[in-house]
């Protein structure tokens, strides 16, 4: 009797989980994320100068929770990844993300206080995309992000900044730099890509 109402017990944990897990669908956990964001850009007590590293680091902690950074290594080096070590790959997907979230966070900060539309969801199995329109005056930035549901959660994979895929844009410069020289050398362009964008925010 004991055994069975543990059995139970078990089934009733499982099928809360698997509805929490449904009930947050991709375009209601990217509101949130979005919020979030800008509640930080809007933060008075962040705006000025000498708080752009606080302000960033909020963000990035905000980023970091949703968006699957070694997914978005992954298919940026394409076929070049299966030839790193386990070592290489955590070392790119750190460099990768600090790559990405610089470039994601700078958008984002230049169309602060901007009004954010979601406009349509689409979800085809365990794959996602959500248009987003940001309302500047008279102009209208498309920002589209690509998710995939990863243990049950819902991660950012890709985001399309006005029609230019961030990974796929990558993709294109990695492969260039791939096959005309070396990995070695990637590593060491993306180490001083990411020294040079630190010096402009000190």
């Known amino acids: 009797m004991k055994y069975i109402k543990v059995v139970f ?14 009930a947050e669908s991709p375009d209601e956990l990217l509101k949130v994320v979005i919020d979030k964001i800008y509640t930080v850009l809007k933060d008075k007590t962040l705006k000025s100068t000498d708080k752009t590293q606080e302000r960033r680091k909020h963000i990035r902690s905000i980023i970091e929770s949703r968006f699957d950074f070694e997914e978005m290594s992954k298919r ?14 955590k070392e790119f997907t750190s460099l990768f ?6 470039v994601y966070i700078t958008k984002i900060e230049s169309y602060s206080g901007e009004e954010v539309l979601f406009v349509e969801q689409s979800i085809d199995g365990d794959y996602s995309t959500v248009k987003t329109v940001i309302m ?40 260039r730099i791939l096959g005309s020289g070396s ?20």
């Open 97 to 102: 993300e600090n790559l990405l979230e610089n």
């Open 183 to 202: 990995y070695e050398g990637l590593v060491k362009t993306l180490k001083e890509k990411i020294t040079s964008n630190e010096s402009k925010t000190q």
């Open 76 to 89: 940026a080096l394409a076929i070049y990844w299966q030839k790193r070590t386990d070592a290489e790959k």
């Open 9 to 22: 017990a078990l089934i009733v944990v499982v099928f809360i989980l698997e509805s929490v897990a449904v």
């Open 136 to 175: 500047r005056k008279a102009q209208k930035i498309p920002m589209d992000y690509k998710l995939m549901k990863i243990n049950s959660e819902w991660k950012v994979y890709d985001v399309v900044i006005e029609g230019i895929s961030l990974v796929n844009n990558y993709r294109t410069q990695f492969t």
